[in-house]
């Protein structure tokens, strides 16, 4: 059976996928190799998730300037949306999404929009690998419009007692999820696609706990004081510098959750996630939680960790104990009520 890992100790294996973006649209049948496939197949075009347009994001002042030139896909729940939504918003499931755009005008921006923009990034990163690469999230979402919808991001607070700032070494690399596919399509584009379609209907909550995301307090129930770690669980702290991992917001106060490993975000050029790098020092048979500076990028790197089988999930209001969130952000822009 051909099993490609993508073993990156191997110093002949790392020049091979040096050349990813060269490399053509590979098949893919119902083999273990599958996830290497995506890799290799998302690598090769463009490579969204390390690139600099990851997080895509829009702010409210941008959608509320020039909204002639939008289409805006307001996710939240009816009951949310007939509460307050943006004019000529259209309320919709991600799980419609997809056949929604496919008739829609390709010259037009997409803005996903979400009470926190946290969902909303998740889903607007699927639908970059899918190959939208109009869609945007609305950044921190209805909270950022109007005062009315602020208060999940300001009084969100995260319970700092098990923080510190020691350095967690990068595990060894080990292979990638195991994956496989039962739908008949012939090149790996559709068996991409046709897994991005799955991974849409998934819930995030950006209340709770959910099978994509979780809080701080969630992480807390399964953390065990003997072993120093969370329950199968493997935390990522996707940051710009060693700054954001080691310190909070004074040299007092602990930076980072216990166990957590630093990954150098794609600022500069310079993304651990590369295959080429350290992807592969994140460990396939463990429960992931990525957290970043505001929430956004991590549910991005969710969803792209989701695609190739890891079971993802992202850290709800990344280091608001370090970044925040404050009324400054809340523009007060007009809102329609109804369905």
């Not at 998730?49 to 959608?63: D, H, K, Y």
């Not at 995030?204 to 399964?222: K, R, Y």
């Not at 120093?228 to 602990?254: H, K, M």
Request: aromatic fraction near 12%.
């Amino acid at each position: 059976m051909k099993k490609i890992f993508l073993n990156l100790i191997l110093f002949g294996l790392l020049a091979f996928i040096g050349c990813l973006k060269d490399a053509p649209v590979v098949q893919a049948n119902s083999e273990e190799n599958n996830s290497a496939d995506i890799l290799i197949y998302l690598e090769s075009q463009g490579d969204y998730i390390n690139s600099q347009q990851m997080p895509s994001l829009i702010t409210a002042t941008e959608v509320y300037n020039n909204p002639s030139d939008k289409i805006i896909l307001d996710i939240r729940s009816s009951g949310d949306f007939a509460t307050g939504h943006i004019q000529n918003a259209i309320n919709i499931s991600p799980a419609e999404i997809i056949n929604y755009l496919d008739t829609s005008d390709p010259n037009k921006t997409v803005v996903i929009v979400s009470l926190t923009g946290q969902s909303a990034s998740y889903y607007t990163s699927l639908l970059r690998f899918y190959g939208y690469t109009n869609a945007f999230t609305l950044k921190y979402g209805m909270t950022a419009w109007n005062n009315d919808f602020a208060s999940k991001w300001i009084n969100h607070m995260q319970h700092k007692g098990l923080f510190n700032n020691k350095v967690n070494n990068k595990p060894a690399f080990s292979p990638l999820p195991k994956l496989t596919f039962s739908n008949s399509g012939d090149n790996i584009k559709e068996k991409v696609n046709s897994r991005i379609q799955e991974l849409m209907s998934i819930d995030f909550s950006e209340s709770d706990e959910s099978e994509i995301s979780i809080s701080v307090q969630n992480l807390n129930t399964i953390y065990s004081t003997l072993t120093e770690e969370y329950a199968n669980t493997f935390i990522v702290c996707y940051a710009q510098n060693q700054g954001e991992y080691i310190l909070g917001s004074s040299l007092d106060n602990p930076g980072h959750l216990p166990s957590a490993v630093y990954y150098q975000d794609n600022s500069f050029e310079a993304s651990d996630l590369r295959s080429s790098a350290n992807l592969q020092t994140i460990p396939s048979n463990k429960d992931i939680v990525v957290y970043s500076r505001i929430g956004h990028s991590s549910a991005f790197i969710t969803a792209y960790l989701r695609v190739l089988g890891y079971n993802a999930r992202s850290l709800l209001f990344g280091m608001k104990w370090l970044f925040g969130f404050d009324q400054s952000q809340v523009k007060n822009y007009p809102y329609i009520t109804g369905s």
